[in-house]
């Protein structure tokens, strides 16, 4: 919504502050201002002149030497080349040092304006400018008068040597605020002229709208039958007769520009100034096209058509509200008339339309035809029914002080259930407590009728007018105390009452304690979408069966690639990792703890189990065991010191076949960890191997503790025992630490492997392993036969797996 | 001078020209053995005591006794002596040019998201937050009816909603959660539920289909619009510093009257204004209001005897202005080179 600040002042004729004092007070009672446009902007020294003497430039055809008078001094010599100069005209002269907005036609606006300085054309001395509209930063379509291809030229009358920007109406600002959908009343210029002097505490006198019209009854001219009344609460019709087609006045050219709307002939002027001035807008029609002068309001049938006035033909359904006469279509109702029956320059008899649509409705219609029009705009936010006819009264009033037609008397209103104003009991105590504040009850009184709520005394009520649709409780009206008293004057206190223990829950410690472990070990966090493209299934390998790809679907989705919810953490960190891979980044190593969404059934008939995952990845720096080693060390952190079991035989399409594991602990599944398959690695373009692994939170969840006990530390030596093993190929090391923590009994402290081979020297089928075992015992020294013993049954199970002793 | 004393003083005096002229510790520590060791000339003078008459044998002892200390004491300051100047000649030896480059110690780097939201936690948590999560596939009604926000209300259209079904959605906002932890109904609540919100804007330098905000909630009993405003208050000084100004303007949601948003003066300029605030002295962080009657309402509560306040902010505003940002896509971009710098 934009207005100038003068059309503010037509309705609140003593506001004396500036554009910049405006704008800032303004915003501060809720009328948020986005942006301010001076209009005088980079003007500067710029008089009206009268052209007295216009000879052709001797040494250049398209030039002329011209004599203006500037109201003083000695008339000047100016150089000008517009083809419509002449004697005798009232020009806007820019004198010696003065500025102008911009260029020719076509040239624009120049950023910091255009300095004009006394010069010579061509041979000839200058001593300034005679502009053009343009180079005073507007144009012609909002100064239909002036010419299109030369200087603009004032009317007799105007003083020789006044102000010529403000003799245009260009003293002036033009402000664009952002209003809120339950302030409907300020998509129009009197309600923010009415939010402006509230504000500023001065008067608001909004437009006299008088009785109108012949002794004519318009009822005789055309009948009105509304047939949905929910999606047309009101609709009112007069007619004028005699149209005399002209320019409308130049203020209201004037004020119409400055809401960038194009002054076209009085009957366009009015409506448009209507929707502007009443945030109502109207329709026009060509009476005499109206067949059976009636109108009826009806919605169409699935499968018609009809023409808007701009030519396209638009489908029309059960849903969408038609104005039709008795045989046809008209209007479609709210958004855009007919193209038969709109107004041409040979009208002679004007039917204005100022109704009530359903803005629901007016908002899904547009949407569904894909039509967007100020009018609908205006009509989307469910306008108050109670405006219509104040708004064609003016329009008819209008149109009779601009001589532009004779209008006929009554007007034909169907408004079969009438909008009555809502009541709010007044509590001013109440008020206060939400506010904190300590405002006396008169106070708030004056701010509800610098807003025009009434306080009836007698019944303790505020009494909102209809147009106010956001005020039906007490909270609404401590807004309004709010805004009047000022944001800025209400105290900044602390709730107080009970304490409570703020913090962060056990899941998020854990996961925060992922982080931490991840960036010890040299991840950085990234973030990755939670939809993406269903191709990525196709790049990570999954069968057409497989259960990732039951992804739940976005109805609505950007596009392809952001059209499911994602089912697993992978493509999202190999598509980072091929980010970096790309950009010639180096050993990268990512973390991310983010959301997968499994649906429990499709189509979702519950929200579905958003499960969070720690996925690691990384390139360039580390194998699968570096990884194993930070999900091990992660583990023990959150007081998982069991040891983990890995399960080679996890047949993950998307990892190495040999090089993958599903992450045991106590049993359960807890995670996964593989290098990712070469075919993989192509599809994502990345030339290095990769290594991911995923945790699941929520299995996690059950073993994680902080909880911490002291072991006392070891009082008795330790003794270490190597043993150097020749080991089939087959056996893993999982097997060999079964049999040393069964059979080493409680002296076993530890054990670690400290060397593995194969190749040269080492028969094929096997491989040479090399454990160090440390025994211990907590009360006492060993004795070495404790020692033996226990090496002899570790050394005997070892032997049954076919493993031979080294010597 | 007895003739046992004599001969003491003259190995005392013997061990001390050794000890003077011994230039290693190796050779310390044979002077050391042939003098007090067991076959050494000190020791040979005890063994010689049973030649001695018994009432001059304490006499003896004490000459060698006296002897053996003053050539210990003499034995230890050389060697001391020896050590110092070996440890001056290693440290010499091992000077370094201490502006060769460092060996870079390598850690990750955690998200400036991330690092803003812990900031964010930090500052509520120190007022008596809990820290909260609420689904990201939510029903249309806990996004919406629930808040304030009927079927066809047309701040549904604002917004922009992903939808999966007629009722299930990607959630716009985190507000939902206020709505899930009312329902519960354990007062009084004292809130933040940060998370990640979802709306159907094109990827570009300020806008991300995904992106997170923080909610807050309070319900008490005796709440004021006073209390939100010195709350954010002191929320945006321990953000942003000391000595930011924060100022509310009116504004409207669904589900909070009165509103209002607030703006945190310039910290890159102080207010004066600058390119960064666009010469607006003020930027604006976030919305907020006095929770709305009707939501408590349908949240289970009273509202003649609970009220509350509640705010949002948008996580990437923040960490976007506070590392000076200026691109939205680097945040999911996951390039090294941006992580790294956090």
């Known amino acids: ?807 | 001078m007895s003739e046992i004393e004599k001969k003491v003083k003259e190995i005392e005096a013997g061990a001390a020209d050794a000890i003077r002229s011994a230039d290693t510790v190796d050779r310390l520590n044979e002077i050391k053995v042939s003098f007090l060791g067991k076959k050494g000339l000190l020791t040979s003078v005890l063994k010689g005591m049973k030649n001695v008459p018994a009432e001059e044998r304490p006499k003896v002892g004490k000459w060698v006794n006296d002897a053996r200390q003053s050539i210990e004491s003499a034995l230890a300051e050389r060697r001391a002596r020896f050590e110092e100047e070996m440890l001056t000649r290693r440290l010499e030896s091992e000077k370094i040019d201490v502006t060769l480059p460092a060996k870079k110690q390598r850690m990750g780097h955690r998200h400036p998201n991330t690092i803003a939201l812990e900031e964010v936690e930090r500052i509520f948590i120190g007022m008596g937050y809990e820290v909260v999560e609420g689904p990201e596939i939510e029903y249309d009604e806990y996004n919406f009816t629930k808040l304030n926000i009927p079927p066809n209300h047309p701040a549904k259209d604002e917004q922009d909603t992903f939808y999966i079904t007629d009722d299930i959605l990607l959630r716009t906002q985190t507000s939902p959660v206020q709505a899930r932890i009312m329902e519960q109904g354990k007062l009084p609540i004292r809130m933040i539920a940060p998370g990640r919100v979802f709306r159907s804007d094109e990827v570009d330098a300020t806008h991300s289909p995904s992106f997170h905000q923080i909610e807050g909630l309070v319900i008490d009993k005796g709440i004021t619009f006073a209390d939100l405003k010195g709350t954010l208050d002191v929320f945006a000084k321990k953000m942003f510093g000391e000595e930011t100004k924060t100022k509310f303007r009116p504004h409207h949601f669904p589900f909070t009257e009165p509103s209002a948003e607030m703006d945190v003066s310039c910290f890159k300029c102080g207010g004066k204004g600058c390119r960064f605030c666009k010469g607006e002295g003020w930027i604006e962080i976030l919305g907020c209001g006095m929770v709305h009657p009707h939501v408590l309402e349908m949240c289970g509560l009273d509202p003649e005897e609970y009220g509350g306040f509640a705010f949002g902010v948008g996580l990437e505003r923040i960490a976007l202005l506070k590392y000076e940002i200026d691109d939205m896509r680097l945040l999911y971009d996951n390039d090294i080179r941006f992580l790294e710098q956090f």
């Not at chain 1, 107004?343 to 949407?367: C, M, P, Q, Y």
């Not at chain 1, 996961?511 to 950085?524: P, Q, V, W």
């Open chain 1, 1 to 807: 919504m934009n207005t100038s600040m003068s059309w503010i002042k037509r309705y609140v004729p003593d506001l004396d502050v500036t554009p910049k004092e405006y704008c800032d007070a303004m915003t501060l009672s809720g009328t948020k201002v986005e942006t301010c446009t001076y209009l005088d902007k980079d003007l500067d020294k710029i008089v009206v002149g009268r052209v007295l003497t216009c000879e052709p430039h001797p040494d250049a055809d398209h030039l002329h030497v011209c004599k203006v008078d500037v109201g003083s001094g000695e008339p000047l010599q100016i150089v000008c080349g517009a083809p419509n100069v002449a004697a005798g005209q009232l020009v806007p002269v820019v004198l010696d040092g003065g500025h102008v907005a911009g260029t020719h036609a076509g040239g624009g606006a120049v950023e910091g304006g255009v300095a004009i300085k006394k010069g010579k054309l061509r041979g000839v001395e200058s001593d300034g400018m005679i502009c053009s509209i343009e180079e005073l930063g507007s144009s012609h379509e909002f100064y239909p008068e002036a010419d299109p291809n030369g200087i603009y030229v004032f009317p007799e009358g105007t003083p020789v040597g006044a102000d010529a920007i403000g003799e245009l109406g260009l003293h002036d600002a033009v402000i664009e605020y952002e209003i809120t959908s339950n302030r409907v009343d300020c998509y129009s210029v009197i309600g923010i002229a009415r939010e402006a002097a509230a504000t500023f505490h001065k008067d608001f006198r909004p437009p006299v709208v008088k009785e109108t019209g012949n002794s004519e009854d318009v009822h005789d001219y055309i009948s009105v039958r509304v047939e949905d009344p929910k999606l047309c609460p009101r609709y009112t019709a007069r007619v004028v007769k005699n149209v005399k087609l002209g320019p409308s006045p130049k203020w209201m050219q004037r004020c119409l520009a400055s809401n960038g709307i194009r002054p076209i002939n009085n009957v366009v002027d009015i409506t448009n100034f209507i929707m502007e001035e009443y945030g109502q807008p109207m329709h026009s029609y060509d009476y005499d096209t109206i067949r059976g002068h009636e109108i009826i309001v009806k919605r169409a049938k699935n499968g018609e058509k009809f023409t808007t006035l701009d030519g396209q033909v638009r489908d029309l359904d059960d849903q969408v509200l038609m104005i039709a006469d008795k045989e046809r279509y008209v209007g479609l109702a709210g958004i855009m008339g007919g193209e038969d029956s709109m107004i041409t320059d040979n009208v002679h008899t004007v039917l204005f339309e100022a109704a009530t649509f359903d803005g629901t409705n007016i908002r899904l219609t547009s949407k569904r035809i894909g039509l967007q029009t100020d009018a609908s705009q205006k009509f989307d936010k469910g306008l108050d029914p109670n405006t219509a006819r104040e708004a064609i009264d003016r329009a008819c009033q209008l149109m009779e002080e601009f001589g532009a037609g004779e209008v006929v008397g009554g007007c034909v209103d169907v408004y079969p259930e009438v909008r009555k104003p809502s009541e709010v009991v007044f509590e001013p105590d109440k008020i206060n407590a939400m506010l904190g504040t300590d405002i006396s009850p008169e106070q708030m009184i004056r701010y509800f009728e610098k807003e025009e709520l009434v306080y009836d005394k007698e019944r303790n009520v505020v009494i909102a007018p209809t147009f106010r649709q956001d005020i039906h409780r007490t909270c609404d009206l401590a807004e309004e105390v709010a805004r009047f008293y000022g944001y800025a004057n209400i105290g900044t206190t602390l709730p107080h009452g009970a304490a409570t223990a703020g913090g962060i829950t056990f899941d998020m410690r854990v996961l925060e304690t992922a982080r931490d472990i991840a960036e010890d070990c040299g991840f950085s966090q990234g973030y990755c979408y939670s939809f993406e493209s269903p191709k990525a299934f196709d790049k990570l390998l999954f069968p057409e069966d497989a259960p990732e790809r039951r992804a739940i679907a976005i109805r609505n989705p950007l596009g392809p690639d952001f059209s499911i919810m994602r089912t697993t953490p992978l493509n999202g960190m190999l598509t980072s990792l091929a980010t970096n891979y790309n950009r010639r980044n180096k050993a990268v190593r990512l973390y991310e703890t983010g959301n997968v969404y499994l649906a429990k059934s499709l189509p979702l008939t519950e929200l579905p189990d958003e499960r969070m995952k720690i996925t690691l990845g990384m390139y360039g720096d580390g194998d699968f065991f570096d990884l194993k080693g930070v999900v091990e060390l992660f583990f023990e952190k959150i007081g998982m010191t069991k040891k983990p079991e890995y399960r080679a035989d996890l047949g993950r399409c998307y990892f190495h076949p040999g090089r993958q594991a599903e992450i045991l602990y106590d049993g359960q599944s807890v995670g996964e960890l593989g290098e990712v398959h070469p075919k993989v690695m192509k599809n994502y373009g990345i030339g290095e191997r990769t290594y991911i692994a995923i945790l699941d939170l929520k299995n996690i969840l059950p073993f994680a503790t902080y909880d911490r006990k002291y072991v006392g530390i070891a009082k008795y030596p330790a003794v270490t025992r190597d043993i150097s093993m020749l080991v089939p190929k087959t056996v893993t090391a999982a097997e060999i630490e079964h049999i040393l923590s069964q059979r080493g009994g409680k002296i076993l402290e530890s054990y670690r492997l400290f060397d593995i081979y194969e190749g040269t020297g080492i028969a094929d089928g096997y491989k040479s392993m090399a454990y160090s075992l440390v025994f211990r015992h907590k009360d006492k020294t060993l004795e070495d036969q404790e020692i033996q013993s226990a090496m002899k049954k570790i050394l005997n199970g070892l032997q049954g797996l076919g493993i031979e002793l080294r010597k």
